[in-house]
């Protein structure tokens, strides 16, 4: 609900499964909140490659029909919410293109943060792009790679990239699997019957009967073919910094990340939340859904219960005939809806995940003041949200996070709260235990993994190559 940070992608290969399209499919709806613009497969059957991608969620956008245009054994698929590039057709992934040793298929999640430059170099070269996606510019430089073989190709092409990625690719003979070396956003590694999976999530696995092997090491390329899986470290390692909104946001509570399930996790962000902001109250509710396991942990260690005090309607559409000015807060109400019966009278404290410009919130606040809550307290499982991501999640500039020029006094006064706290990066790095030194939290620190001006980045390397 927090409405403005949205993730950039899900991504998900099958090898070597007589049902691979079939599979790739269902693991594409369980990876559904990490995108809702477009969706697509992409099969191999023998040597030929067919793909069907279109706009709007999985279920939109793949048939019956469509599945059957999608033969053999082994298929890739991408969801996609846009932060880089534009919102089309051409946009969506997978993208497949053939270049002179035959066939590849890519699906990608993150953000080349010098992918522009890159692209500026190419077309100066004589490159046609049919896109403005960032994920383009890796098949370009695959193309015009001299290393030999596909993987090789795809090492030299890598080497050149800065920024987030979590990739699978698909030629006629291999599926590949591989994550930045500070590994921003997750991928895992499964069995499934003869065959194997990779996927952004394992709630994917879940739906689809695989098992895990494991997750796929951030800077390690994962080999999938007839012989069987093998593993590298082809880039020079670096720290681990997984985003941390993963946990605090977009990965679904099921899913087990770096070893930690997202569930749990964010009830430690609750836990940790009422042990540094405590207040008198009758009831704890959350902001669904993501707020949920953040207030069921805060309500675990206050003593105050939990309960349901907001509904949400699970079948709001993309699109809907806005009324006059004469319904406030319609957006907000559209999707949620307070339990008068419940919040009458009471002290209510509020958990939510994050307050990005704080429209929202101050939304919330007020529909809840409307039914007669006595007091509002608003407890947010996330730090203030200071500054922009760069690294494959939307958010606003800097200028539009609230907290990026208010202090939380002003901010609470803003959204009319009783009061407002947020967890401490100290307590969110303590919650998620040992991951806390092995995060990102760009956006509540500043200090951000990877340089993020252009002037930074280093093109010798790749001007000697083109
Ligand atoms: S800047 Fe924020 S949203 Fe972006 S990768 Fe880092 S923690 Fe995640």
Do not use: W
Request: hydrophobic share 35%.
């Amino acid at each position: 609900m927090s409405g403005t940070l949205k993730e950039h992608c899900g991504v998900v290969g099958i090898y070597n499964h007589p049902e691979a399209a079939n599979l790739a499919y269902l693991g594409l709806y369980a990876l559904q909140h990490r995108g809702q613009e477009s969706a697509g497969i992409l099969s191999l059957d023998g040597n030929k490659m067919f793909i069907e991608k279109g706009m709007g969620k999985v279920a939109d956008v793949i048939n019956q029909a469509r599945l059957a245009q999608l033969p053999g054994s082994a298929a890739i698929g991408h969801v996609r919410y846009s932060t880089s590039g534009e919102s089309s057709l051409a946009e969506s992934q997978p993208l497949m293109a053939k270049y002179a040793s035959g066939t590849i298929g890519i699906t990608h999640n993150g953000n080349l943060i010098n992918a522009e430059r890159i692209r500026s170099l190419l077309v100066e070269d004589g490159s046609i792009f049919q896109s403005t996606t960032d994920s383009e510019v890796i098949v370009h430089l695959i193309a015009r790679s001299r290393a030999a073989g596909f993987a090789q190709r795809v090492i030299d092409s890598l080497s050149k990239i800065e920024g987030a990625y979590s990739l699978i690719f698909l030629t006629e003979t291999q599926m590949i699997g591989t994550r930045d070396p500070h590994g921003f956003h997750p991928l895992a590694l499964g069995r499934i019957g003869d065959g194997y999976c990779i996927v952004s999530e394992t709630c994917a696995m879940d739906l689809i009967g695989a098992t895990l092997i494991r997750e796929i090491d951030p800077g390690e390329m994962v080999i999938i073919d007839e012989t069987g899986i093998k593993s590298f470290r082809p880039f020079p390692s670096q720290k681990t910094r997984f985003c941390v909104f993963e946990y605090i946001y977009f990965a679904r509570p099921d899913s087990t990340i770096h070893g930690l399930n997202v569930h749990m996790v964010r009830k430690e962000f609750g836990r940790q939340l009422a042990r540094e902001s405590a207040v008198d109250a009758d009831v704890v509710i959350s902001i669904p859904d993501s707020g949920t396991s953040a207030a069921l942990g805060y309500a675990e260690e206050s003593g105050i219960p939990y309960d349901i005090g907001m509904i949400r309607n699970r079948y709001v559409g993309r699109t809907f005939i806005e009324p006059k000015q004469s319904i406030r807060h319609f957006g907000v109400k559209l999707k949620l809806n307070p339990v008068k019966e419940l919040l009458s009278g009471k002290r209510v404290i509020v958990i939510d995940d994050s307050i990005v410009r704080a429209t929202t919130s101050k939304k919330i606040v007020s529909l809840i003041r409307g039914v007669g809550a006595r007091e509002i307290h608003l407890r947010i499982s996330s730090p203030p949200t200071c500054f922009s991501c760069y690294y494959g999640i939307d958010t606003p500039t800097r200028q539009e996070l609230i907290a990026s020029s208010h202090t939380k006094d002003q901010i609470c006064s803003y959204v009319e709260a009783d009061s407002l706290e947020y967890i401490s990066v100290e307590g969110m790095r303590r919650s998620v235990g040992p991951m806390g030194d092995k995060i990102c939290d760009a956006c509540f620190t500043g200090d951000y993994p990877l340089p993020v001006k252009e002037e930074h980045f280093v093109q010798l390397r790749l001007f000697d190559s083109i």
